[in-house]
């Protein structure tokens, strides 16, 4: 049995409504996806609207990285089941991808269009190198909040190698992260 603080989202759905309208403005601003998300999200949904707590908003980040597909849509699919069930999370999914798709197939006809226009070239390398900066102001962010233990950073330090040196397959390192994880929280006991 968890905290008090832990379960008080549940049981408690968010307004339809509501939940579609802000699932939309985080599709709509919500640029450079997954990582770089993640901090928007949790300010959308843990500090500003208090719809999960801060632990519920892990737990949700966690089981979303071992799922396939796109990570800012797992999670924000979690995070509306968890809120309001199947229809919360069909609701909300689709209103987070709407404005993506639309974004998508207007630039996938300018690029058709003008792809070999040096303008376009040039766009697309800077591009490249903000996503690049993005990526590591969130990982920056994800780290400032962790203060991890022994046993996390040997877990930490074997999947980063794993990862880089041995190109092993990251739905296998989470997976064993996991199982460690579970391990030594049943060895524990």
């Known amino acids: 049995m968890g905290s008090r603080e832990e379960h008080r989202a549940v049981g408690h759905p968010v307004p339809l409504g509501e939940l579609v309208r802000t699932f939309l403005w985080i599709g709509t601003v919500g640029f450079g ?20 707590t801060s632990q519920q908003y892990d ?9 396939p597909g796109a990570l800012t849509v797992n ?12 229809g ?5 999914t689709g209103a987070l991808i709407l404005p993506s798709f639309l974004i998508i197939v207007l630039c ?3 690029y ?3 792809a070999g226009a040096p303008v376009v070239q040039g766009a697309l390398h ?25 046993f996390q950073l040997g877990v930490g330090a074997v999947t980063f190698g794993a990862y880089l040196f041995l190109n092993v397959n990251p739905i296998f390192l989470l997976l064993a992260a996991g199982v460690a994880g579970a391990w030594r929280g049943g060895a524990r006991r």
């Open 33 to 52: 996806g997954g990582y770089a998300v993640l901090d928007l999200i949790r300010t959308q949904l843990v500090e500003r609207r208090r719809w999960l």
């Open 126 to 150: 800077g591009l490249e190198a903000a996503v690049v900066a993005l990526m590591l102001v969130v990982a920056w962010e994800l780290s400032r909040g962790i203060r991890p233990q022994a």
């Open 112 to 114: 058709t269009a003008y």
């Open 75 to 86: 999670v924000l699919a979690g995070a509306a089941y968890r809120l309001g069930g199947i």
């Open 108 to 110: 996938a006809g300018l």
């Open 59 to 67: 737990h949700v980040v966690s089981l979303a990285e071992m799922a």
């Open 88 to 92: 919360a999370m069909l609701a909300g």
